[in-house]
């Protein structure tokens, strides 16, 4: 089997650029997180996951390794022995791969704004289970999570919507919010496991998204070169330095671009002036408490959560429906 390919028409360059160009004119400025993720950015924060600071991939894969049967258990009672995954924001595909074996999916959708990242993510996937049926769809999901039919082919119904690695933090809550609803929606009566980090000291927070070597500064300042490719502007990524900052009130960590000296960007129809000092703000990663997120998760609908959890209670990662 090869994988299937819905992509392209689901991302609007056009749409992107505007949404970029208003961001930067925003007071403060502002662009989304999203545009993190070209193919660098991708592998950028593939190289944050194996860092020493950045805690949240390795203490979730010791919650699925540990936990795992249970959990394969719990899905495989809601939705029989071969679910249908579905993985928003699905970047490499190696959290979901190394759960095929326990959860036995029997089609793998994966959807990312990274189409050519997530392609050659899937083709290396596709000779180690040649029976899985693999579709990639390219879906910027921000504006809203929804499927193409064609994703799903024949094998409609309940299906199981993975979530992992503390995705969810980079919504505010009321879009985390939306997302849980348009989650619960797409799963068609099935479940939804995802991955929650939880609310800690903020200096083990501040390594986590400011590590020595520099590899959070590089996937934050490489958004610059991808909104120079977006939006046809002028950034120069050596007048920005990284900032990333808990903050213990708002509960999340922001991560901005600060300018070094006073600087400008320009684009076709627009421009902005910073002074020195000026940031553009590029992300914020929340951290729950689970009571809190049960609470979302109850708001959005979902009526039945199971939660499993490391020793040191840093992560949490829950099935829901
Ligand atoms: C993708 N997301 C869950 C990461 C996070 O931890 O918020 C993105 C990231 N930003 C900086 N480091 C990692």
């Not at 392209?8 to 609007?12: F, S, V």
């Not at 997180?33 to 993720?37: D, E, L, N, S, T």
């Given at each position: 089997m090869s994988p299937l390919f819905l992509d392209?028409?689901?991302?609007?360059p056009a749409a992107l650029a505007r949404e970029a160009a208003l961001g930067l004119l925003a007071q403060p400025a502002a662009v989304s997180?999203?545009?993190?993720?070209d193919a660098l950015g991708s592998r950028l924060f593939e190289a944050i996951t194996a860092l020493?600071?950045?805690y949240l991939t390795r203490t979730e894969a010791a919650i699925f390794e540990r936990h795992g049967a249970a959990i394969a258990a719990a899905v495989h009672a809601r939705l029989g022995p071969r679910p249908v995954l579905v993985e928003p924001g699905a970047g490499s595909c190696r959290k979901a791969a190394s759960l095929f074996g326990m959860l036995r999916p029997r089609r793998y959708v994966a959807l990312d704004i990274s189409v050519d990242y997530l392609r050659e993510a899937l083709w290396a996937l596709q000779p180690a289970h040649p029976a899985l049926a693999l579709v990639g769809v390219g879906l910027d999901f921000s504006a809203r999570l929804a499927l193409p039919p064609e994703a799903l082919g024949t094998d409609v119904g309940p299906s199981l919507v993975f979530y992992p690695g503390s995705s969810i933090g980079n919504f505010a809550p009321a879009q985390a919010l939306r997302l849980l609803r348009e989650a619960r929606a797409l799963s068609q009566g099935g479940a939804l496991l995802i991955g929650v980090d939880r609310v800690k000291p903020a200096a083990v927070l501040n390594a986590a998204y400011d590590d020595a070597l520099g590899v959070t500064a590089a996937f934050n300042l490489n958004l610059l070169r991808h909104l120079n490719r977006v939006l046809g502007s002028d950034f120069r990524p050596a007048d920005w330095r990284h900032i990333a900052f808990f903050d213990v009130a708002a509960s999340r960590i922001e991560m901005h671009l600060e300018a070094r000296h006073a600087t400008a960007v320009h684009w076709p129809g627009g421009e902005r002036h910073f002074m020195a000092g000026d940031r553009l703000l590029t992300e914020h990663a929340y951290k729950w408490t689970p009571e809190a997120f049960e609470a979302l998760l109850h708001e959005a609908g979902y009526r039945d959560c199971q939660h499993w959890s490391d020793d040191a209670g840093g992560f949490s990662v829950m099935l829901a429906a």
């Open positions: 392209l028409h689901q991302i609007d997180p999203k545009f993190f993720y020493d600071e950045y």
